[in-house]
């Protein structure tokens, strides 16, 4: 059987590369990319589309390749429509791929683009995109959120998308246990795919349909819908769903008692998914096979399937099959008589399930979809209105007294319904008091578990502030809006601590002038103590830079620095907090290519190509063998901005004279002073640069990607210890 998986996998990999040099090959597409500017090309671009949608359900290695080329090329001929395709289709890739923040970044960026150009199909799917994501993060209220943007922009003007958004929402509603709202929503995509005849979206349904028949028991419909699902995955090469279908069907005859029907198609399922290799089959199918082993009482061959389980449903994020498998492997262990890590297993499975809030996500579907729903009759309701108005304006006093008994009964419905869930509310409420002091007085020892709510309830009560507070501070960061206007060619890696961060980076561009003005900040602190002194930064340069028109940076500083001494009393050393911030302030005159930096504590780098780099120019540069670029260092001022030891002195500037393609990195202390590696020491600025040096390689859009894969290869195990931004900006 391993020789088998081993033979298909390296046969894969040859397929894989071959189709690579193959089609690109065949296109010209990194000729394109780097030649001029060709307006016939937007065929290939759309020839990598199609491919790219073929890709997806048999040989997902290549969708992250062929994604960036698509967009690379767009963007080269300027193809809006395409570059949302691309940016869009590049999510879609990195969530196979199990990067799901990175895929969250893009999503958001195809939003964004969409947005901007009014590419509505495309923002249509981007929230598809935007909801599949979440739903892989177990993030389930915010993946119905864009399932129901998507939906909305369906049923308006995309009637055969309907069937994908429906899909979606069938899925959130089946995770939460509710089969009924669910069974709803995939039957409707079931009947639309067969209309639009979109064979992606039936097999998805059917796929759906057979789990929500077999957790409620009905075997023989659940094989009904994974066989018809077969035959048309089968006819339409679709290796993704055929696969997934087949490991469904599996669990079925398992419950059947049929084993040999059940490890034929187990050994298929699996089979197909190494051959596609995503790590999210592969913890599922190993997860299964151990509950087999685990019935059969082959206890060893059952705890090496779960932790293979656990190790690829931790490589993909899927939270609920790490829970149940933690759960499971504790069975095993209890059954192999190892007592206490059966405990431990035990105990962490329950902690899984616990951050899980299924419960609170089945009452936050609920809601969401009522007020989806109650947004849809209003809606219909006002056009109705409208269309009465106007074809029968000749019985307008009849029309209005319609209308108002409408409104009436509405609104009398409505009360009554409110006054039946407030009764039941409070009934429910009464019996479980009532229930609650019945225990206590039975059992004593209840009053832990009460005071262990009351402690979770609590904990969740500051998380959620704390997620608010980051909503606020996310909100106030400069967008990508108003850094495109900088440059359109630039990248934000920001990875706070915690939640909230005590670093931030702002900007601001002056069209009349050309003059752009951007910031990167470290402030004292992280977590809520940073995030405090971040919005007070926020604050105080849109009123110094954006009210008053203050385009030096000294007089910036030296005025940031009066308001936050102000703002927090430091009046003398033995009274002084010592609270503030280290920065980097860049004023690039677009026009004349100069470029002001003044910096406090925080220096500037600037990457040029060493060829046309004068060393006797600069007083510090890094340069490295066999590499394009090299980097110049820009000095700062040595003091904060805020109250410091020593005579206030005054901020002093220093002007750099840009050249095209130079790449300006502003960056604060936490990246490089992060302990990792072999030895779990600093990494310190010189491989710091070296990696920036290095990523110059790749498109500068995609160098936040590379420098957050450089962490967190280096941080490995060791604890985030303080907040990180880079900045990139290209000329």
């Known amino acids: 059987m391993r020789l088998l998986l081993f033979t298909l996998l390296l046969s894969s990999l040859s397929v894989s590369a071959h189709a690579q040099d193959s089609l690109l090959t065949a296109l010209k597409v990194d000729e394109k990319i780097k ?104 993030e389930y209220e915010k993946a119905l959120e864009y399932y129901y943007k998507a939906d909305e922009m369906a049923k308006e003007k995309f009637p055969k998308a309907i069937a994908g958004s429906a899909n979606g929402i069938g899925l959130i509603f089946r995770v939460i246990e509710n089969y009924n709202k669910s069974k709803e929503y995939f039957e409707e995509a079931y009947r639309l795919g067969k209309i639009y005849k979109d064979t992606a979206d039936v097999l998805q349904a059917l796929n759906n349909l057979g789990i929500i028949a077999k957790n409620q028991g009905e075997y023989e419909k659940s094989l009904a819908y994974y066989n018809e699902g077969l035959e048309l995955a089968k006819a339409n090469n679709n290796l993704r769903r055929e696969g997934e279908l087949l490991y469904n069907a599996a669990i079925v005859y398992n419950y059947l008692g049929e084993s040999d029907k059940m490890m034929e198609a187990m050994e298929k399922s699996t089979e197909i998914t190494y051959q596609i290799g995503t790590d999210r089959g592969i913890a599922i199918d ?13 206890l060893k061959k059952a705890e090496e399937k779960m932790l293979i389980a ?26 192999l008589r190892n007592y206490k890590e059966a405990f431990t297993f035990m105990a962490m499975g329950h902690e899984y399930s616990d951050s899980l809030g299924l419960a609170d ?187 008053n028109g203050i385009k030096s940076g000294p007089i910036i500083l030296n005025k940031l620095r009066d308001k936050i001494i102000h703002a927090l009393t430091q009046k003398s050393e033995a009274q002084q907090q010592k609270d503030g911030m280290d920065l980097a302030l860049c004023i690039w005159d677009r026009k004349t290519n100069l470029l002001e930096f003044t910096g406090a504590n925080n220096p500037l780098w600037v990457l040029r190509k060493k ?31 805020g109250f410091h030891t020593g005579e206030l002195a005054a901020f002093k500037s220093q002007t750099i004279q840009l050249e095209i393609d130079d790449r300006v990195i502003t960056f604060t202390d936490g990246f490089a002073d992060q302990f990792g590696g072999d030895k779990g020491k600093k990494l310190k600025y010189k491989p710091f640069k070296s990696m920036l040096i290095k990523a110059q390689a790749k498109p500068i859009k995609i160098q936040s990607d590379i420098l957050d894969s450089e962490f967190s290869e280096w941080i490995r195990d060791f604890e985030q210890i303080d907040d990180i931004c880079v900045i990139g900006v290209k000329v």
């Open 286 to 298: 190993n997860y299964s096979l151990a509950l087999y082993y685990t019935d059969l009482n082959q």
């Open 310 to 335: 656990l190790d690829y449903g931790q490589r993909a994020e899927y939270s609920e099959l790490i829970a149940e498998s933690y759960i499971a492997m504790a069975e095993i262990q209890s059954k």
């Open 611 to 641: 060829s046309q780099i004068s060393q006797s120019d600069f007083a510090k540069i890094h340069l490295e063998e066999d590499q394009e670029f090299g980097i110049i260092e820009i000095a700062s001022n040595k003091m904060p901005v």
């Open 35 to 138: 030649s001029s500017t060709d307006l016939k090309d937007t065929v290939v671009i759309d020839q990598l589309k199609k491919s790219f949608d073929k890709l997806k359900y048999n040989e997902p290695g290549l969708t992250v390749l062929y994604a960036r080329k698509m967009l690379a090329l767009a963007r080269k001929l300027k193809f809006e429509p395409r570059i949302g395709s691309g940016l869009r289709l590049l999510s879609g890739a990195l969530m196979g791929h199990n990067q799901l923040d990175s895929s969250i970044i893009y999503a958001d960026r195809a939003i964004d683009y969409c947005k901007r150009y009014n590419l509505e199909e495309e923002l249509m799917k981007a929230y598809n995109n935007r909801g599949n994501a979440c739903f892989y993060k177990s």
């Open 361 to 547: 996500a089945n009452s936050a579907a609920t809601r969401l979809e009522n007020e989806v729903n109650q947004a849809r009759i209003e809606a219909q309701d006002s056009l109705q209105r409208e269309q009465e108005v106007l074809e029968n304006q000749h019985k307008e006093q009849l029309a209005a007294e319609k209308l108002k008994s409408r409104e009436i009964l509405l609104w009398s419905s409505g009360v009554v319904i409110i006054l039946v869930v407030v009764a039941l509310y409070f009934m429910f409420r009464s019996r479980s008091q009532l229930q609650s002091k019945n225990k206590i007085i039975t059992d004593r020892n209840n009053q832990i578990e009460t005071q262990k709510e009351e402690l979770i309830e609590q904990h969740k009560e500051i998380r959620d502030s704390i997620n608010y507070a980051k909503r606020i501070q996310t909100a106030l960061l400069s967008g990508n809006e108003e850094w495109d206007k900088i440059s359109l060619d630039h990248f934000i890696l920001f990875k706070p601590k915690d939640v909230v961060s005590g670093d931030f980076y702002w900007a601001h561009h002056f069209p009349e002038e050309n003059i752009s003005i951007w910031v990167t900040a470290d402030c004292t602190g992280h977590g809520v103590p940073g995030a405090f002194m971040s919005m007070l930064g926020i604050g105080f340069l849109n009123e110094i830079v954006i009210e």
